[in-house]
């Protein structure tokens, strides 16, 4: 279940704009995802490691997808900023 990363289109920035939004400081800290979660990282950069080792790193800009069942470790690396919406 590899953690999709790419850019957004004009339409999802737009329909992320009323998704409540989350921040963080520079830390590390063990995550699950029961559903699956779709965010738009507007400030930052972190980087979540799968429970293989995978790492995938994301940043301001970034559209992120993150999908239900996955175990990770996020690692934050510049203070986050994100818009974020649970399930499909």
């Known amino acids: 279940m590899p953690i999709e990363v790419r850019k957004p ?6 329909m992320a704009e009323s998704w409540p939004t989350w921040t963080k400081e520079i830390s590390e800290f063990p995550w699950s995802y ?3 979660e ?7 950069a972190a980087e979540a490691e799968g429970a293989n080792g995978e790492k ?5 800009g970034d559209w992120v997808v993150f999908p239900q069942g996955l175990e990770c470790v996020w690692r934050v690396k510049e203070p ?5 919406k649970f399930g499909e």
């Open 9 to 14: 289109t004009e339409e999802e920035m737009k």
């Open 34 to 36: 029961p559903e699956k």
């Open 38 to 44: 779709t965010c738009f990282i507007l400030k930052g």
């Open 56 to 60: 995938t790193s994301f940043a301001a």
């Open 80 to 84: 986050i900023e994100k818009k974020y």
